[in-house]
């Protein structure tokens, strides 16, 4: 059976208006669960059970779909299964992160990695996002407890 995360949840996808794309991330992930009673603790979740998810396997994924057809236009793998969120741009840019801590950018019609930058901690739950500051444009990403920003040299 799928884990208890899903093979898509909560983290962020994005709409790609000029190829008309959904990406988003994806899990590729298995458990198996063992019946118990619930504890029905407030506040808690409850699964009906334990979920037994083996750590050494599962991988996770980058996935761009047409929103007409849901079919699959690219799809970039990433080596474990992740939680990070997705940003594209009107310049044709996606970026988005994996549980490694790899923070990537990707050619929006084609999937291709254009670039990668290692923060030192996972990216988790949430997407990069983009502003301008002083003229520039920047695209930060939050990774463990530290917010990374990014900006193309003067």
């Known amino acids: 059976m799928p884990d208890p995360w899903g093979s898509t949840n909560f983290m962020p996808p994005t709409f790609y208006p000029a190829l008309e794309l959904f990406i988003l991330t994806a899990r590729e992930t298995c458990a198996t669960y063992v019946p118990e009673e619930p504890a029905n603790t407030p506040g808690q979740s409850n699964f009906g059970g334990t ?6 396997q599962g991988s996770g994924a980058l996935r761009a779909l ?41 050619d929006a019609e084609t999937g291709e990695n254009l670039w990668h930058y290692q923060t030192g901690s996972r990216i988790w739950g949430a997407a990069a996002m983009t502003f301008m500051l002083d003229g520039r444009q920047l695209v930060l990403i939050p990774s463990g407890t530290t917010l990374t920003a990014f900006a193309l040299p003067d």
Not at 75 to 103: R, W
Request: glycine letters at 12%.
């Open 51 to 56: 979920a037994v998810i083996d750590a050494e």
């Open 66 to 106: 047409d929103v007409h057809t849901g079919d699959l236009v690219w799809e970039f793998t990433y080596p474990s299964p992740t939680f990070g969120g997705v940003l594209s741009t009107a310049s044709g840019l996606v970026f988005a992160g994996d549980h490694e801590g790899n923070f990537m950018a990707f």
